[in-house]
C-alpha cells in the first residue's frame, strides 16, 4: 500500500491510499494541482465595501439539560464553487480535462481521504479552544467546534459499493480507517475518532458512490460516554473488561453468532435494538484499528465482506431477488485519552430497514425519549442470518 | 368534563373524555358493548393439538454496552380480528350499525383514551416482575415488560388535527393526559408516563386521524436519565432547580423567545439540535402535568394552540402556502418516584424537516454516536417564528 498526501486548492488535505503496484493515483500520475478556482478556506472574504468578514468557526454549544455538546454548523463558510448538480464529485478525474468539477484531481484511485467540504468541525488555525459563556449565562457555555470531518471513497468505480470491492480493497480501507484513527487522535483537543458509513437512500445518503465518513470529535460522544460508564461500573465490580465478557457471553450462549473466523466473531447483540443488527468483534482485546495486528487486518477484510454479503441477503423482494439492505456500519474505538483501559473496539451494522419497503421511523419513543423499541427478537435476526449463510 | 371508563370486547380499558354537556359519549349514548369477535386478551389460544399456549409478556432485555433497558414486542399476541386496511380504526362508530370495524364502540365522542392493542409494553396478569438471568449470563437480564402503552384520540374528526381543536377540547386533552398521568403513574412498577404525538408521514405516521400516545415505562428512559444526571449535578452545584435555572437564562437572554403567556413561555433554547424545536414550560416550578392549577391548564390550552400555529407557519412552500409541519411533541414529566424533586415540566416540540421536502435523517451520527449536529442555529429557528408570529 502507498500513501501520498496532497492539499486541495482552498487548502484542504486529500490521501490517496493506493492498493499496491502499479499505484494507480499519487505522486506518478496524480495531476499535481487542483484545477478548481477554489479561494483559500481560511482566508476572509472581502465585501463590495471593501471590509473583510472574519472566518468564522462552527460553534459547540452545550445542551444544559442533557449535557450534550451540539455542534452549530450553520456558520459562514467559502461556498464561491459549487460542482452541478448532476455531477458526482467523488468520481475521479476526467482524463485530460483541463478542468474538474469533483473533489479528486486524480484521473483514478483506489482508496482517497479527504477533508469534507462542508464540516460539521473544523479548526480553524488560531482559533482559542475555550469555553466562553454566552450572554454571561452559567448555562449557555459556548467553544470552537474544533475537528474534523473526513469523506473516504472505497473505490473509484461509482457503480461499485463496499459489499463488492475485494479483499485487497477492502484490506486498503482497514489501513485508511486505521491511518486515520491515529493521526486524527494525535490532534490537538481530539477526544474520539468515528470511521462509519451510510449506505442506501432510506436514511439519507444522496450521493450513491461507494464512501463513508470520518468524525474526529472534539468532546464525548453520548454513546460513548454512556458506554464508558457501563464499562466503569462493570470494571469495578468484578475487575474484568466489559467488551471481553459480553463477547464470551456471546460466544458461550452460541445462539446469535453468526460469523466466526480465526480472529474475529459477528453476533446480533442479546439485546439488539434496530430490525437487523450485528456487531463484529475482535477475539484479541484491542482498544482501536490501529492496534490491530498485520493478521487480524487482512482477516477483517474477508470477514468485513462476508458480512455485507449476508446482510445484502437478508430480506428478499417479491420475485426473490436480494433487496441490498440499507445500513449504518460505525467502528466504536477507545477514546484518546479517557477511558482507554475500559474500551474494546467493535463494530456495529445496523438497518432502519424492518421488511421490504417498511422503515423503523425513530418517532417520539426514540428521538423523544432515547429509548428503544424492538419489533423483532435477536435471535429471529441471527437465525435469519444464519440461513442465508448456509 | 366527565369521564367514563368502559372495557373493549378483548378486555383492554378504553376511557371517554367528555368536553361539556349535553356528553357526546359515555354512558348516555355509547353502545355499551364491543360487538367485535375479539377474544379476551390473556384467555390462551388453544392449538389444533388441544394444548394452550401460554401468553407471553414482551420482554425487557438489558444492552450490556450501554445500561438502556429494551423492550422486545415480537411476543404472540391475540391477532386473530383485524380490521380491514382501508379502514379507521380511531373513527367513531356507524350510527346503527350492528358491527364496528374499529377501536371505539361510541358513535361519537370528544376525546377518548384507550389501550393499544399491539403494545409493546404490557402488564399480563400474574406475571412476576422479576429479573431473570438469560442462560444464567449475569450480562443477560431479562424481566417482563410491564407498563402500558394507550393511544389518545383527539377528535372524532379523521380530517382535524390537534391544531385545529377548539381551546375548550385541548383543555380535555390536557385534562386527559394529567388523568392518565396520575393513574398510571399509580400502578405498581411504572416508573414513568410519557405523552407525546406523532404527526406527518415523514416520521412514519401512517393513521392520519389526529392522535397522540401515552406510555407507562417500567423503567427511566435514558434521555430522562440524562436529563436527571445533569439536574442531579446542578442542585449539587447551586442548590437550584436546573429547569428553573434554564427558563430564567433564556427570559434574560431574550433572544429566542416564540410565546409569553400569563402561565407559559415558549422557546428555541440555546443548544436545539434539530431543524425545528421550541420548548414550552410553565413559569412556575411544576413536576408534571397533574400539578398544574386549572388557571394554568387553561392557559395551557390557548399557549399549546398558538404554538402549533406557528410552527404551521414556519415553512411555506413554492405558491407561498403553508406546509403543515411534521413533529413530534412529547410532555417531560417529573417520574414517579426518582428524582421527582430535580425534574420540571416542559413540552418539546422538534421536527425532522429541513425545508420543504427535505428531511434531516438520523444516520452515522446520530443513530450511531447519539450526537445531534444542527444544521441551522437557534437563533435563525427562533427569527422565523417571531416572524411568522406578527
Redesign the interface.
Known amino acids: 500500500m502507498r500513501r501520498t498526501s496532497t492539499t486541495l486548492a482552498d487548502g484542504r488535505e486529500l490521501i490517496y491510499f493506493d492498493d499496491s503496484e502499479p499505484f494507480v493515483s499519487g505522486a506518478a500520475t496524480r495531476r499535481l494541482d487542483d484545477p478548481r478556482p477554489l479561494p483559500d478556506r481560511f482566508t476572509p472574504i472581502v465585501g463590495d465595501d471593501g471590509v473583510a468578514l472574519p472566518i468564522e468557526s462552527p460553534e459547540l ?8 455538546w ?5 456558520s459562514r463558510m467559502n461556498r464561491t464553487f459549487l460542482p452541478p448538480a448532476d455531477s458526482n464529485p467523488l468520481a475521479p478525474a476526467k482524463p485530460g480535462a483541463a478542468y474538474s468539477d469533483g473533489e479528486i484531481p486524480a484521473e483514478d484511485y483506489d482508496v482517497v481521504v479527504f477533508e469534507n467540504r462542508f464540516p ?1 468541525l473544523l479548526t480553524v488555525p488560531g482559533t482559542v479552544d475555550e469555553v466562553a459563556l ?2 454571561g ?4 457555555p459556548v467553544r470552537p467546534a474544533n475537528g474534523r470531518c473526513e469523506v473516504i471513497c472505497f473505490s473509484a468505480d461509482s457503480t461499485a459499493s463496499l459489499a463488492s470491492v475485494s479483499p485487497q480493497r477492502m484490506r486498503t480501507i482497514i489501513e485508511a480507517w486505521a491511518d486515520r484513527t491515529a493521526e486524527l487522535g494525535a490532534r490537538p483537543g481530539i477526544e474520539q475518532v ?1 470511521c ?3 449506505r442506501g437512500k432510506e ?3 444522496t450521493l450513491h458512490h461507494p464512501h463513508g ?1 470520518i ?1 474526529a ?1 472534539p468532546y464525548l ?4 460516554l ?2 464508558l ?2 464499562a466503569r ?2 470494571h469495578a465490580r468484578t475487575g474484568r473488561l ?2 471481553r ?2 463477547l464470551d ?1 456471546e460466544l ?2 452460541d ?1 446469535r453468532i453468526v460469523l466466526e473466523t480465526e480472529h474475529w466473531v459477528a453476533y446480533v ?5 434496530w430490525p437487523v443488527e450485528v456487531h463484529l468483534a475482535p477475539r484479541r482485546d484491542v482498544p482501536d484499528l490501529p492496534a490491530l495486528t498485520d493478521a487480524e487486518r487482512a482477516d477483517l477484510a474477508t470477514a468485513y465482506l462476508e458480512l455485507l454479503r449476508l446482510l445484502d441477503r437478508f430480506f428478499v423482494g417479491p420475485d426473490g431477488e436480494a433487496i441490498p439492505l440499507p445500513y ?3 467502528w466504536h474505538q477507545a477514546p484518546v485519552r479517557e477511558g482507554r483501559e475500559l474500551s474494546r473496539l467493535h463494530l ?1 451494522v ?1 438497518s ?1 430497514l424492518r421488511a421490504p419497503n417498511k ?7 426514540e ?12 435471535e ?1 435476526i441471527a437465525a435469519r442470518l444464519q440461513e442465508v449463510a448456509r
Request: charged fraction near 20%.
Open positions: 454549544r452545550r445542551d444544559a439539560l442533557t449535557g450534550d451540539i455542534p452549530m454548523a450553520a460539521s454566552t450572554d449565562e452559567a448555562l449557555f468515528f462509519f458509513e451510510n436514511i439519507g445518503v465518513q468524525y470529535f460522544t453520548p454513546r460513548t454512556a458506554m460508564a457501563q461500573d462493570h466489559l467488551g465478557d459480553v457471553a458461550r450462549s445462539k447483540p442479546f439485546a439488539a435494538r449504518i456500519a460505525g456495529e445496523f432502519v422503515l423503523k421511523y425513530l418517532a417520539g419513543v428521538s423523544g425519549m432515547a429509548a428503544w423499541i424492538s419489533d423483532t427478537t435477536p429471529r
